[in-house]
């Protein structure tokens, strides 16, 4: 392998990162924001429930990439589409990217949320309402803690999981550190020595993230901090 | 043989071992194999297209049947995405390979060439309803030609400015532009010419770049909505028309389609390949 290569390739791959990193975000954050709604709907009526099943049905069985070319190419085949006011938006390839990342990560997410809400124990409640907390309270100090932490580490792989999927933005027109890859092997031919550097560029990412998600659940685990020292904080 | 671990280690071993030697027997047989696969993408009409069958139809394939019944050789049209089309070719998957590839100097350090089967020019197309209209009017500006390239370059930025130009990527098209207007113009660069084509009719680009023989055909399916404007260019980054590639050490291989095509376009087959595809003839002079 050519070394010189490799470090002109390592800046030029990396101009890419300030884009997968603000898709993941954006991503992760929109998808959060839909997945708590969802939830919302689902605790409603039995109408809201079924439909955030099938949105879930819809976004987590089909794949990804085919969301996203629906997104990026079907709106602009009608022409009522392409005259109305959503069409400076869905014109950019950005905007179409990020909507499709950020409906497929809501339905996973929320599906997460589902799963920790269930997780406080029956008990648990039995005694925050013995013990007089309002709903509003049962939920802040009993329900909410307990879910996230037993969500914290399914949420970490949902976030590693988003940061690789951004990859798949390539595909229509943007250049994230995978767009930046395919561009430069077509232009040098040189398939190994480029996706393997974009995929160490991935690998130390999701290292960070997965890192932080653990320091973040010792840090919430209820068995490592006193509880003088909570109460104290 | 039952699995145990010696037994495991000594598989892995004579397995790592055919691996390594695979690279150097296929280096010591340079003569033509028995099949010889051609990669085309067969989405570049009327170059290289699927036909609703799922049969690879176009002038190219036409061109390399009339090459393999002159040469006596058998070739198989595979189809391959031109995102790692080279890269492909190199790495052993084929033997060949004709998508319309330009021949520019960066390629024929990777790889070789025949001779080339096509005179290549290249333009740009707009929407007839609110695209911008380019200066030129068609005529063609030969790039090592500065006297003529620098006017017609600077005509074209001004018409340009600010405007999105969508290109393959990776194409001697895509090189143009970033040579010539990156600094007026922002390029969007596509993994195939359909979906350049799609996004200038959604109207998410103002305007696109390709082979004139690609733009007449895009033109042609868009009924009119789709006009061809500007300067053509040729010549510098923008090659010296189109040939088949194929490995450096494909000296045999090569000499067979060499004499076949001179023939071709000799006795006039190949203008009639293209005048049947194009309704124009694209072929060198002979």
């Known amino acids: 392998m050519d070394i010189h290569f490799l470090l002109g390739l390592i800046p030029t791959l990396l101009s890419g990162l300030p884009l997968t990193l603000e898709l993941t975000v954006f991503s992760l954050l929109g998808g959060g924001v839909i997945a708590l709604l969802l939830n919302g709907l689902r605790a409603g009526s039995i109408v809201g429930a079924r439909v955030a099943d099938f949105y879930v049905f819809l976004f987590r069985g089909s794949p990804l990439l085919l969301q996203i070319f629906l997104i990026y190419y079907a709106p602009g085949q009608f022409s009522f589409i392409r005259h109305s006011f959503v069409w400076p938006f869905l014109r950019e390839p950005y905007v179409c990217a990020l ?39 049962r939920l802040r100090r009993v329900i909410l803690p307990l879910a996230f932490r037993q969500a914290l580490p399914a949420y970490g792989i949902e976030i590693t999981g988003m940061l690789k999927s951004t990859s798949l933005a390539s595909v229509v027109t943007l250049m994230d550190v995978t767009g930046i890859a395919s561009a430069e092997v077509s232009q040098t031919y040189r398939a190994i020595e480029v996706f393997l550097t974009a995929a160490v560029i991935y690998l130390v990412l999701v290292t960070l993230v997965t890192y932080g998600v653990q320091r973040l659940e010792g840090w919430l685990s209820p068995t490592r901090t006193p509880l003088s020292a909570r109460s104290a904080a | 043989m039952s699995l145990t671990r010696s037994n495991f280690l000594r598989a892995s071993l004579l397995g790592a071992a055919g691996l390594a030697t695979g690279p150097f027997i296929r280096a010591a047989r340079a003569a033509i194999p028995a099949v010889v696969h051609i990669a085309t993408e067969a989405a570049f009409p009327p170059f290289n297209m699927q036909s609703p069958d ?46 319309s590839i330009s021949i520019t100097p960066k390629r024929e350090q990777v790889i070789a060439f025949t001779v080339p089967y096509t005179t290549g020019s290249s333009g740009f197309a707009v ?30 930025a001004k018409a340009l400015s600010g405007k999105i130009l969508g290109v393959q990527v990776a194409t001697i098209q895509n090189d143009f532009l970033t040579k010539y207007l990156k600094d007026s113009i922002t390029i969007r660069t596509y993994a195939s010419g359909p979906d350049v084509y799609l996004d200038l009719t959604n109207g998410r680009i103002d305007a696109l770049m390709a082979s004139s023989t690609n733009i007449a055909a895009f033109v042609k399916r868009s009924k009119g909505d789709m006009i061809r404007t500007g300067f053509t260019f040729t010549g510098g980054v923008l090659g010296l ?38 309704g124009t003839d694209i072929t060198p002079a002979a």
């Open chain 2, 54 to 99: 799922g049969k690879i139809i176009g002038f190219e394939p036409d061109m390399v049947a009339e090459i393999a019944r002159r040469s006596r050789l058998n070739c198989v049209m595979v189809s391959q995405a031109w995102d790692g089309m080279i890269a492909g070719l190199t790495g052993g998957k084929y033997e060949a390979v004709c998508d």
């Open chain 2, 127 to 156: 929407m007839k309803d609110g695209g911008p209209v380019l200066p030129g009017n068609g005529t063609q500006i030969v790039l090592d030609d500065d006297a003529a390239t620098k006017p017609a370059v600077a005509a074209l």
């Open chain 2, 241 to 278: 028309g189109s040939a088949i590639g194929l490995r450096q050490d494909e000296v045999e291989l090569k000499a067979a389609f060499d004499t076949a095509l001179t023939g071709m376009i000799k006795d006039g087959t190949l203008r009639g390949l293209s005048m049947k595809w194009f």
């Open chain 1, 99 to 137: 909507l499709a990342l950020m409906l497929n990560d809501a339905a996973y997410t929320s599906e997460i949320i589902r799963a920790g809400l269930r997780a406080a124990p029956r008990g648990a409640i039995e005694a925050a309402v013995v013990g007089g907390m309002s709903p509003l309270t």
